[in-house]
């Protein structure tokens, strides 16, 4: 029998994306990213903060305690919790104001890959990038919308889908955390929605979120399906992370994007956040060093 996730917080985002936990303050971070706004909540799964910035983002990486590096639509910024405020580190697109981020996260040599589409997801628009030690390397180009950005735990390989149809994954060199390798074919599956957003435990096991499946689903390193946990009463699964203490609670994002009043009435809590306690834990992702 399958498992089943909780309600954790009923945030009910309109797009929830980009689920992170920051060890340093014990929260978990996610996004509404048609909203423009970043929000967090402790273990208690209280909110603790919303901050909304000038246009969409959609995943960010921890830099210190104190400080964060946001994907923001094209830009990556320094965010400060302190102050208040955001400073650019360095452009992304920033000459293609129809683009926006979307799906990210950090490689296991501390680089922040961070994908682009259209904001109206447009064939062939969007691309996925490297931010490491200053320097922006394009790693994949002509992408519809780029998801389940994730890395195997000893760096030496990264999944990618395009559009959700198929989770690909190519060789890295572990060094630099750039492909050393052409992309193959890894998984895909029928019948239980598209993939979004994934990310990868401690035994090297892909967790991928199902839009449209209501689900979240563990993928061996050998491309076979492991397990199903169940997202009750929400369709859009958009995006899992790792977190707590132990970093065994698996907490996943939602969304009510597209949704018609029908949907909305038959989902009241979809945009919301979920979790569920798992027995294997997921990795700590590196900070990023500007």
Same mark, same amino acid.
């Given at each position: 029998?399958?498992?089943?996730?909780?309600?954790?917080?009923?945030?009910?985002?309109?797009?929830?994306?980009?689920?992170?936990?920051? /060890?340093?303050?014990? +929260?978990?971070?996610?996004?509404?990213?048609?909203?423009?706004?970043?929000?967090?909540?402790?273990?208690?799964?209280?909110?603790?903060?919303?901050?909304?910035?000038?246009?969409?983002?959609?995943?960010?990486?921890?830099?210190?305690?104190?400080?964060?590096?946001?994907?923001?639509?094209?830009?990556?910024?320094?965010?400060?919790?302190?102050?208040?405020?955001?400073?650019?580190?360095?452009?992304?697109?920033?000459?293609?104001?129809?683009?926006? =981020?979307?799906?990210?996260?950090?490689? +296991?040599?501390?680089?922040?890959?961070?994908?682009?589409?259209?904001?109206?997801?447009?064939?062939?628009?969007?691309?996925?990038?490297?931010?490491?030690?200053?320097?922006?390397?394009?790693?994949?180009?002509?992408?519809?919308?780029?998801?389940?950005?994730?890395?195997?735990?000893?760096? +030496?390989?990264?999944?990618?889908?395009?559009?959700?149809?198929?989770?690909?994954?190519?060789? !890295?060199? /572990?060094?630099?955390?750039?492909?050393?390798?052409?992309?193959?074919?890894?998984?895909?599956?029928?019948?239980?929605?598209?993939?979004?957003?994934?990310?990868?435990?401690?035994?090297?096991?892909?967790?991928?979120?199902?839009?449209?499946?209501?689900?979240?689903?563990?993928?061996?390193?050998?491309?076979? !399906?492991?397990?199903?946990?169940?997202?009750?009463?929400? =369709?859009?699964?958009?995006?899992?992370?790792?977190?707590?203490?132990?970093?065994?609670?698996?907490?996943?994002?939602?969304?009510?994007?597209?949704?018609?009043?029908?949907?909305?009435?038959?989902? /009241?809590?979809?945009?919301?956040?979920?979790?569920?306690?798992?027995?294997?834990?997921?990795?700590?992702?590196?900070?990023?060093?500007?």
């Amino acid at each position: 029998m399958n498992r089943k996730a909780e309600l954790f917080v009923d945030s009910r985002c309109e797009l929830g994306e980009g689920p992170f936990w920051h /060890p340093l303050l014990e +929260r978990l971070f996610w996004f509404d990213i048609l909203n423009r706004t970043m929000l967090s909540a402790g273990t208690d799964g209280h909110i603790v903060d919303r901050i909304v910035f000038k246009d969409t983002v959609s995943a960010a990486a921890v830099i210190d305690r104190d400080t964060l590096a946001v994907a923001q639509s094209g830009t990556l910024l320094r965010y400060d919790f302190a102050s208040d405020t955001s400073t650019p580190i360095i452009g992304i697109e920033d000459d293609v104001p129809g683009n926006r =981020t979307n799906d990210s996260r950090m490689d +296991r040599a501390g680089g922040f890959w961070i994908g682009t589409m259209g904001r109206k997801a447009e064939p062939g628009v969007g691309g996925v990038y490297q931010y490491r030690a200053g320097k922006l390397t394009k790693v994949i180009e002509n992408i519809r919308i780029p998801n389940s950005i994730c890395f195997s735990p000893d760096g +030496r390989t990264a999944y990618f889908t395009n559009s959700g149809k198929m989770i690909v994954k190519c060789t !890295l060199d /572990p060094e630099t955390g750039l492909p050393a390798g052409p992309w193959e074919d890894f998984y895909t599956m029928d019948g239980l929605g598209g993939a979004d957003g994934s990310v990868v435990d401690s035994e090297g096991f892909v967790w991928n979120a199902r839009w449209g499946g209501g689900a979240v689903i563990r993928i061996s390193p050998e491309g076979k !399906l492991d397990q199903v946990i169940e997202v009750p009463g929400v =369709t859009r699964v958009s995006c899992p992370a790792f977190g707590g203490k132990d970093m065994k609670t698996l907490y996943l994002t939602t969304a009510r994007e597209g949704m018609t009043p029908e949907e909305e009435e038959r989902e /009241p809590t979809a945009g919301s956040v979920f979790a569920i306690d798992v027995d294997v834990p997921g990795l700590a992702e590196p900070f990023l060093k500007l």
